[in-house]
T-cell receptor, first 112, second 112 residues
Framework: EPEVTQTPSHQVTQMGQEVILRCVPI?????FYWYRQILGQKVEFLVS????????KSEIFDDQFSVERPDGSNFTLKIRSTKLEDSAMYFCASSTMAYEQYFGPGTRLTVT | KQEVTQIPAALSVPEGENLVLNCSFT??????LQWFRQDPGKGLTSLLL?????REQTSGRLNASLDKSSGRSTLYIAASQPGDSATYLCASQMDSSYKLIFGSGTRLLVRP
């Protein structure tokens, strides 16, 4: 069964460093999403992406964040200058339409 | 602004019991509602999606219902098993948006 994959599974970085989280959505899906979950808190929406552009973003998704679909398979989230409060589990998701979303296993980001 | 609430926060039941998990939302203009399972430190597994025009969906021992007018959804698990132990999340998608808005989840423990 097709699934969303994410790499790395765990990323440790120092405050102020740039990180890129990678995702491979399900191949025939057209909508892509990033969410995050800070330990013990709700899953929060960051951004949705369709037709090579951001379709919606949350207040969390400020200028420090960017997304890109560099080729036909990958979808990336970049954090330019990480802060301690960026430590969280980051989930990528994809869907065929604005419909049932399928989530990847997540990348645990630890900022020290 | 949509708020999603799940009660109870935690539930412990003996194996074999039928149980109901509750999800409520404040804005009834939803496009769909999705139920997920999350195992500790893992990603989100989609269980059921109910579109706004539907009243319920079934998959195996799981049945989810939706009552838009009262702002409620329930997830019914029949004949619970220890393997059902996990956190169950509900998430709503609004008519005008792509994002999922999550509840804080119900942590279920099924005792052998």
């Amino acid at each position: 069964e097709p699934e969303v994959t994410q790499t790395p599974s765990h990323q440790v970085t120092q405050m102020g460093q740039e990180v890129i989280l990678r995702c491979v959505p399900i191949s025939n899906h057209l909508y892509f999403y990033w969410y995050r979950q800070i330990l013990g808190q709700k899953v929060e929406f960051l951004v949705s992406f369709y037709n090579n552009e951001i379709s919606e973003k949350s207040e969390i998704f400020d200028d420090q964040f960017s997304v890109e679909r560099p080729d036909g398979s990958n979808f990336t989230l970049k954090i330019r200058s990480t802060k301690l409060e960026d430590s969280a589990m980051y989930f990528c998701a994809s869907s065929t339409m604005a419909y049932e979303q399928y989530f990847g296993p997540g990348t645990r980001l630890t900022v020290t | 602004k949509q708020e999603v609430t799940q009660i109870p926060a935690a539930l412990s039941v003996p194996e074999g019991e039928n149980l109901v998990l509750n999800c409520s939302f404040t804005d009834s203009a939803i496009y769909n509602l999705q139920w997920f399972r999350q195992d500790p430190g893992k990603g989100l597994t989609s269980l059921l999606l109910i579109q706004s025009s539907q009243r319920e969906q079934t998959s195996g021992r799981l049945n989810a219902s939706l009552d838009k007018s009262s702002g409620r959804s329930t997830l019914y698990i029949a004949a619970s098993q220890p393997g059902d132990s996990a956190t169950y999340l509900c998430a709503s998608q609004m008519d005008s948006s792509y994002k999922l808005i999550f509840g804080s989840g119900t942590r279920l423990l099924v005792r052998p």
